[in-house]
Nanobody
C-alpha cells in the first residue's frame, strides 16, 4: 500500500520559515507527480507546488517566489521550503502523489503563522 507521510509543520512567526517533508513508501519516480496542497478552515484545498517525475515544477500564484519544492530521490522525499510566511499561509498542508489514474494523500501537517 502506497503511503505518504508529512512532517515539519508547526507554529512560526510572520516572516519566518519552515521546511516540510513528505516521505513516500515508494520511489519518487513511481509517481507521475508529487505535490503539496493546503486547506485552510472553511476553504477549498488548493495546489501549492508540484514536481513531476521529469523534474518540472509548478507553483500556486500566492506562493511564487517564497516557496520552493525539491526532492531527494535517494530518500524518497519531497520537500517544501517555505519562506516569508504570512498568516494567510496558515493551513493544513498535504502531500499528494499521483500515479494515473490514482491519487495518494498523506495525513497532513498543520502550519500556523502567528505572532
Amino acid at each position: 500500500q502506497v503511503q505518504l507521510v508529512e512532517s515539519g509543520g508547526g507554529l512560526v512567526q510572520p516572516g519566518g520559515s519552515l521546511r516540510l517533508s513528505c516521505v513516500a513508501s515508494e520511489s519518487i519516480f513511481y509517481f507521475n507527480a508529487v505535490g503539496w496542497y493546503r486547506q485552510a478552515p472553511g476553504k477549498q484545498r488548493d495546489m501549492v507546488a508540484t514536481i513531476t517525475s521529469g523534474g518540472t515544477m509548478d507553483y500556486g500564484d500566492s506562493v511564487k517566489g517564497r516557496f520552493t519544492i525539491s526532492r531527494d530521490v535517494a530518500q524518497n522525499t519531497v520537500y517544501l521550503q517555505m519562506n516569508s510566511l504570512t498568516p494567510e499561509d496558515t493551513a493544513v498542508y498535504y502531500c499528494k502523489g499521483t500515479r494515473w489514474p490514482n491519487h495518494f494523500w498523506g495525513q497532513g501537517t498543520q502550519v500556523t503563522v502567528s505572532s
